[in-house]
Antibody
Framework: QVQLQESGPGLVKPSETLSLTCTVS????????WTWIRQPAGKGLEWIGR???????NYNPSLKSRVIMSLDTSKRQISLRLSSVTAADTAVYYC??????????????WGQGALVTVSS | DIVMTQSPDSLAVSLGERATINCKSS????????????LAWYQQKPGQPPKVLIY???TRESGVPDRFSGSGSGTDFTLTISSLQAEDVSVYYC?????????FGGGTKVEIK
């Protein structure tokens, strides 16, 4: 059974870079798409982008200039970097796997989420 | 971007009664080549990640109680809880995966009346 776990600093200063890692346990990373989604407290879900097992990425245009995703299959990790953060980037950040090999699919499973607060 | 609009924002339903949540997409999310709607419904409880209930607009995920059902096609979709249970108190989201950026509805909070 595949499980995902996000990790990283819970506090980031404005203008700095947010860095999170999603560690995958169980199952194969090959052929799947791995997605980052965020959720500000009390608000809805925002798709940040995805990366496939070959390292090809697709980002939300609203964040594209600030986002970099990467993966390391040997470490079973997917990484997210978001630069020049502001308070508006404060959110719970989730990693999720596409349910199947098709990029056009729903998300299951999800990680438990990592709260990142942007504040000086 | 495809805008997903959910209604209502919240609803209160008596235990055992029906709850209905609507979701409308700003353009069709029916892929005509395979006649599939690229829509999923999720349930989110406080402090937890979303959990998929329905995909393809009407297919129940394995393990999801059959009181949850999805319907609709094209641009208009509905999630129905046929007989509300206490454990169904949650926020429900629709999501389109027809195209990127993937987008979600604003959520509907379901409470007990």
């Amino acid at each position: 059974q595949v499980q995902l776990q996000e990790s990283g600093p819970g506090l980031v200063k404005p203008s700095e870079t947010l860095s999170l890692t999603c560690t995958v346990s169980g199952g194969s990373m090959n052929f799947y798409y791995w997605t980052w989604i965020r959720q500000p407290a009390g608000k809805g879900l925002e798709w940040i982008g995805r990366i496939d097992s070959s390292g090809n990425t697709n980002y939300n245009p609203s964040l594209k200039s600030r986002v970099i995703m990467s993966l390391d299959t040997s470490k079973r990790q997917i990484s997210l970097r978001l630069s020049s953060v502001t308070a508006a980037d404060t959110a719970v950040y989730y990693c999720a796997r596409n349910s199947g090999y098709d990029p056009a699919s729903w998300y299951a499973p999800w990680g438990q989420g990592a709260l990142v607060t942007v504040s000086s | 971007d495809i805008v997903m609009t959910q209604s209502p924002d919240s609803l209160a339903v008596s235990l055992g009664e029906r709850a209905t949540i609507n979701c409308k997409s700003s353009q069709s999310i029916l892929y005509t080549s395979n006649n599939k709607n690229y829509l999923a419904w999720y349930q989110q409880k406080p402090g937890q990640p979303p959990k998929v209930l329905i995909y393809g607009a009407s297919t129940r995920e394995s393990g999801v109680p059959d009181r949850f059902s999805g319907s609709g096609s094209g641009t208009d979709f509905t999630l129905t809880i046929s007989s509300l249970q206490a454990e169904d108190v949650s926020v429900y989201y629709c999501q389109q995966y027809y195209t990127t950026p993937v987008t979600f509805g604003g959520g509907t909070k379901v409470e007990i009346k």
